[in-house]
């Protein structure tokens, strides 16, 4: 990206070769580390690019590759499984109320009302997913609005932002969205993530902050400053492209965390609301009114499916974070 | 540096004040202690029902602001944080008896789970890449993914199973106490076994610190300071002791420190699976008992934990890194 489709007109104030930071290439931010140089030499010489290098890495890490296989295996089978069931979610089996051990026709058995625990797992998976991804992208968003505003303006606009930041931090997240998420009606899905997200952005809007505050005293940022480009101009064009990867892995990271968080609200009625299910709801409903040994596999099968998840995210995103870590020099071969 | 401490002490202060006060106003507008009466009964004296929130000073018949003026003057005036409901108790006595139960496993649990941790991490680090260092990072990932609860769960089930199979009878899974009779220090470490053990192996435990322990500890070995500590004369083993460890264990302190801090409320999942009456319990019962004088409370304690452990870690750091001792 260069400086030249800018609607403003350019003058070079500065006097300084201007070297923007390419965009696409997606520059590498770390605490102390920011990269200008976006490509590296392969093993034969030659120069990648940043984002191939950082593939080709994450190729070579076979847990993360590993956790890929198993995200995707388990998303097919949370939305193609069901498919095959002759159950559906709130389909009642009369023959087989107060709950069968697996086997005939339902696959991992029936819970005490009847419903087939296979197609109910599935369904509570396909909520965590979703609930997972989309909390995760949204929490990254706001982290890095409210972390790049308060690096980039500092003065005010950084102590008043921080100070809400330190706020949200030491609410009882918990204890607000169990209170409010069991009266939400309509559309309660959709806020409780929302919600989750909102509870979730605060430390990662610190690191961005602090990225900021380094960035804004480099020579391209002074340059567009001084051409007149607007501030959130500036912000979206040079300043976040450039710690593009640790939102990247932080996407990741409140995934995982998100569906725990999730799981966990849901796990005591305080999350996804009937008739909706959750992995969480699955389990606590298992559990609450009887010992765990007592018909396991209502609570076991929700349980694996939630462990394999999760799992699942947690390798990909320890791949992902070794993969784009400025520090190390491994050039993917 | 006094009115340093001042400043910030101001601003912890500010920072509890506006989140009890929110977290309050939101438990008012939104949890309904009426219904605690009325569910399920035909014939109520409502009369007498309101005149009984009243003396809890959650009546939603009195405005809004007026029951929050009233409670907010009895904690500065009189340091009363109101009574419990239902059960009438006042907020601070309830609130004492819990933390003593969570301190019990806390103290224990952490311990534990940085020493477990820190050792793990150690030895994974040492041993980089070889099979042991693999299984214990694949270990830690699995535990980091498993949610609290459900390690809960597999501990309740597994304990339960080995009652009616094998006889143990040295692994209860309710209470941190018998329910009849007295109550030795056997019973009480009894009890303790199953929460505990999932602490230490849940998400925030052993597991946590060994990642982190294991990557700081990769970032020390491959430092020129301890080069140069070897290239001095220090033997490997000495020179990894006394330089490379300390200087690893660092961020460990700060992590102990916050995590203990967070823990004490946060422990919701292990306290309610085991039947603890500890703080973390407490989280649940209020909610679902629409206690608002009690989750007002709880937000205050676990605001001030945040930013006492805040602080803690903050000396940690002071005390174990010359560099960032007071300039």
């Keep these: 990206m260069t400086l030249k489709d800018d609607p403003t007109p350019a003058i070079d104030n500065s006097g300084d070769v201007i070297t923007p930071v390419s965009g696409q290439g997606g520059g590498l931010a770390d605490i102390e580390l920011i990269r200008e140089e976006v490509t590296s030499r392969d093993g034969g010489g030659r120069n990648i690019s940043r984002g191939k290098l950082v593939l080709r890495r994450l190729l070579r890490k076979k847990l993360a590759m590993f956790g ?52 109910q797992t599935m369904s509570g998976a396909q909520k965590s997913l979703f609930v997972g991804l989309i909390a995760a992208v949204l929490s990254t968003f706001i982290a890095a609005v409210v972390g790049s ?36 009606k309509d559309n309660s899905f959709l806020i409780f993530t929302i919600l989750l997200a909102a509870f979730q952005w605060m430390l990662t809007a610190r690191v961005v902050r602090g990225l900021t505050y380094s960035l804004r005293e480099r020579e391209f940022v002074s340059a567009a400053k001084f051409m007149g480009v607007p501030a959130w101009r500036i912000i979206t064009r040079h300043i976040l492209p450039n710690m593009a990867s640790l939102l990247i892995v932080d996407v990741t990271v409140n995934v995982s965390a998100t569906i725990l968080a999730e799981t966990g609200l849901s796990y005591f009625g305080f999350g996804v609301q009937p008739p909706n299910v959750s992995l969480g709801t699955l389990i606590g409903e298992a559990t609450s009114s009887a010992a765990p040994t007592y018909q396991s596999w209502q609570w076991l099968y929700p349980g694996l499916m939630l462990i394999a998840l999760v799992l699942a995210v947690n390798f990909v995103g320890d791949g992902l974070r070794d993969a784009v870590d400025a520090t190390s020099t491994s050039d993917g071969d | 540096m006094l009115r340093f401490v001042a400043r910030r002490l101001v601003n912890y202060i500010i920072l509890v004040f506006v989140a009890t006060s929110l977290v309050y106003m939101l438990a008012s507008a939104t949890l309904d202690p009426l219904s605690y009466y009325l569910h399920g009964q035909k014939q109520v004296n409502l009369r007498a029902i309101h005149a009984s929130l009243r003396s809890y000073n959650i009546d939603p018949d009195t405005s809004l602001w007026s029951r929050y003026w009233h409670w907010i003057t009895r904690i500065v005036l009189h340091g009363d944080f109101g009574r419990s409901f239902p059960g009438g108790d006042t907020v601070t006595s309830e609130m004492g008896r819990r933390i003593g139960v969570s301190l019990r496993l806390l103290l224990v649990g952490s311990v534990l789970s940085v020493i477990i941790g820190v050792l793990t991490g150690v030895y994974s680090a040492l ?201």
């Design chain 1, 68 to 119: 890929l296989f198993m995200l995707v295996v388990e998303i097919l089978l949370a939305f193609l499984g069901p498919l095959f069931s002759k159950w559906g979610v709130t389909s009642i089996d009369f023959n087989n109320l107060g709950g069968s051990p697996p086997g005939g026709s339902h696959f991992w058995g029936t819970d005490r009302n009847g419903h087939d625990v296979f197609v």
């Design chain 1, 149 to 184: 505003a308060a690096g980039y303006f500092g003065k005010a606009v950084d102590n008043a932002l921080m100070w809400f930041v330190n706020m949200m931090m030491i609410v009882p997240a918990f204890l607000i969205l169990a209170i409010i998420s069991p009266r939400l």
């Design chain 2, 127 to 327: 041993h980089q890449y070889k099979p042991s260092d693999h299984i214990i990072s694949v270990v830690s990932f699995v535990l980091l993914s498993t949610p609290v609860f459900l390690l809960a769960t597999f501990a309740k089930a597994g304990a339960i199973s080995l009652r009616q199979d094998a006889g143990v009878s040295w692994l209860p899974t309710a209470n941190e106490c018998p329910s009849t009779g007295a109550c030795s220090l056997i019973d009480r470490s009894q009890h303790l076994i199953l929460p505990t053990v999932v602490l230490v192996f849940g998400a925030a435990g052993a597991a946590f610190f060994t990642r982190y322990q294991r990557s700081a500890m990769l970032d020390v070995l491959g430092s020129d300071f301890l080069r140069t500590a070897q290239a001095k004369g220090l033997s490997r083993r000495k020179a990894f002791y006394k330089h490379g460890l300390r200087t690893a264990l660092i961020p460990m302190a700060t992590f102990f420190a916050f995590q203990f801090g967070t823990l004490l409320v946060g422990a919701v999942f292990t306290e309610t699976i085991f039947n603890w009456n500890g703080m973390g319990a407490w989280v649940i019962t209020t909610i679902n008992s629409a206690d608002i004088n009690g989750i007002a409370a709880i937000t205050a304690f676990a605001a001030v934990m945040i930013l006492i452990s805040g602080v803690l870690s903050d000396i940690f750091y002071a005390i174990l890194d010359p560099r960032v001792r007071m300039s």
